[in-house]
């Protein structure tokens, strides 16, 4: 299971002080780990919190735990979401503090993020071509989506899936302090088929486009051991969507197959001439969608046209992203053949969803000569700003405890722990990768590695993304904690971004980090990975570990 730790900063870490991997000028201060299991109850139940520390002759938690040895464990029964502090000094004067933030399901979050309340399938375990039922129950959310070709759904809600394979769903729930994140797993047993597959869905939408317009093809397919569609596409999943942009009418043919059989279906999408301008009443088109900067980030801009004869009377544009509305725009009246730049100021661009759409004349204010050319959609191609896994090489590496550094590139059989790239590698979710980052803690209990790479300065719109998780037959691990942090300069310590807890479960777990917080600022940004009690086989990767806008 992915658990998840928001942090706010400003209960994060004490001037003055250290963090796990991290020693200080004097005497050594480390807080080797602080945790929660499990990190989500409901009311009246009970979490228990587990700590180790050295070089310490002070620790406390709060709130409501108080003084306490250097290594231990707590039970707590919190009654509402609440975030735990544990603060060590030394005789130095040195402190160093980390947070663990333990959610009470349908309480409100301290940081503001949402709270999954439930998430769960029935049954869990289904045969070839059967469904399961999702269901959830979200608080304190804007947007809530879930993965594997499901997309954007309400807070609470159900859903009926048929995976072909077993397969961990991932709910995301959002709002503007963040993401809260939970899994269920759906499991299909045996794999021979008893019937041909069934193509339960395939469509376009819209269904007909004008030249160079973009139209999302989505499918859905059960009972199949492969799928694919033709024309450049290829090989799919069994439930999925994909965005397609084509200069004339085309059909697309999907074929699923099993060891039964196959079967195929045939889309005819169409694409209609563009209007001449001229021809009769107003009709208000868009033409083109990209992202533009704006403050505190980026923001869509959309260019609105009319290719009719007349005039238009003021209208209105929505905006929706991966399928949900976000923001309105109030577009002025607007003459025959002439165009307008304008721009959806009330949200933010997000680089981790892309599939951007505008939707022109959205209240139908207007009567126009074509009613059905009112949309546009685009998936918008995020801006790297920075590669950490093909800029390993150039960070400092050291691992504990006791603390020790290393250099990149080290031999996968040192005890000390190492930090190389593993290329045509395949990764715990079965896929092969061309080039990860393998970062392996020291050989000992609760052992850590960390890096940190070379100063930066955080540009407005950033987010750092990753796919985090075990090299393939990693069965011997009883799990890590993936942690990414950022060292300001002129700061005596660095300051936690996000904790992903992860387990040896067949899927990449990921990684999103909105860094409006630090733009602006200048430091380092250090990957670490955290040990259990036992470090055998902890064969962390990052995979497509960037910062990008």
Not at 212 to 223: I, Q
């Amino acid at each position: 299971m992915r658990r998840v730790a928001f942090v706010a900063f400003a209960l994060l870490l004490a001037a003055g002080g250290c963090v796990p991997g991290v020693p200080i000028t004097g005497e050594q201060l480390v807080i080797t780990s602080f945790n929660a299991n499990p990190l989500s109850i409901a009311p009246g139940e009970s979490s228990t919190l587990t700590w180790a520390v050295e070089g310490a002759n002070h620790v406390e938690i709060d709130p409501g735990v108080g003084s306490v040895a250097l290594n231990g464990s707590r039970v707590v029964t919190p009654s509402a979401t609440t975030v735990y502090t544990l603060v060590a000094s030394n005789a130095a004067g040195k402190t160093a503090s980390v947070t663990v933030h333990v959610v009470v399901s349908g309480a409100p979050s301290p940081s503001g993020a949402p709270v999954v309340n439930s998430f769960g399938s029935s049954p869990s375990t289904i045969s070839p071509g059967g469904s399961a039922t999702l269901t959830w129950t979200v608080s304190n959310a804007m947007s809530v989506s879930i993965d594997h070709g499901v997309g954007s759904v309400a807070s609470t809600g159900s859903t009926t899936v048929s995976p072909t394979a077993t397969t961990t769903y991932l709910l995301t729930a959002t709002n503007a302090s963040g993401s809260t994140t939970a899994t269920t797993v759906v499991a299909v047993t045996g794999t021979t088929p008893t019937s041909p597959p069934v193509i339960v869905e395939f469509v376009a939408s819209p269904p007909s486009i004008h030249p160079g317009e973009t139209t999302m093809l989505s499918w859905r397919v059960t009972g199949a051991t492969s799928v694919a569609i033709d024309r450049g596409i290829g090989a799919v999943d069994s439930i999925g969507s994909a965005p397609i942009s084509i200069t004339g009418t085309t059909n697309y043919t999907l074929t699923a197959s099993n060891s039964f059989g196959h079967v195929s279906r045939v889309l005819h999408i169409v694409v209609n001439p563009w209007p001449e301008p001229g021809e009769g009443g107003p009709d208000l088109v868009v033409t083109a969608i990209a992202k533009v900067t704006g403050s505190g980030g980026y923001r869509i801009g959309y260019v609105v046209t009319n290719e009719g004869g007349d005039a238009s009377p003021p209208t209105t544009s929505k905006l929706y992203v991966e399928g949900v509305y976000k923001a309105s725009d109030s577009v002025p009246s607007l003459n025959g053949g002439a165009s307008m730049n304008r721009v959806f100021t009330s949200w933010t661009y997000n680089p981790t969803t892309i599939a951007i759409e505008v939707i022109v004349d959205a209240n139908d204010d207007v009567h126009e000569e074509d009613e059905d050319n009112n949309e546009k959609a685009v998936s918008v191609t995020a801006e790297v700003l920075a590669d950490f896994v093909e800029k390993a090489n150039l960070a400092e590496w050291r691992t504990g405890t006791p603390s020790t550094d290393i250099s990149f590139g080290g031999a996968t059989n040192d005890a000390n722990g190492f930090a190389c790239y593993r290329t045509s590698v395949k990764l715990e979710d079965g896929d092969t990768y061309a080039k990860v980052l393998e970062t392996h803690p020291k050989w000992v209990a609760n052992g850590w590695i960390d890096g940190f790479y070379p100063v930066l300065t955080v540009p407005s719109g950033a987010w750092f993304v990753a796919d985090v998780g075990f090299i393939n037959g990693a069965t011997g691990t009883d799990g890590v904690t993936f942690r990414v942090w950022f060292w300001q300069d002129g700061s005596d310590i660095p300051n936690v971004l996000d904790d992903v807890d992860a387990e040896y479960d067949g899927d990449m777990d990921r990684v999103e980090i909105n860094l409006a917080s630090i733009v602006g600022r200048t430091g380092r940004i250090g990957l670490q990975v955290l040990a259990g009690p036992s470090s055998s086989q902890d064969w962390a990767a990052w995979a497509n570990a960037k910062m990008i806008r």
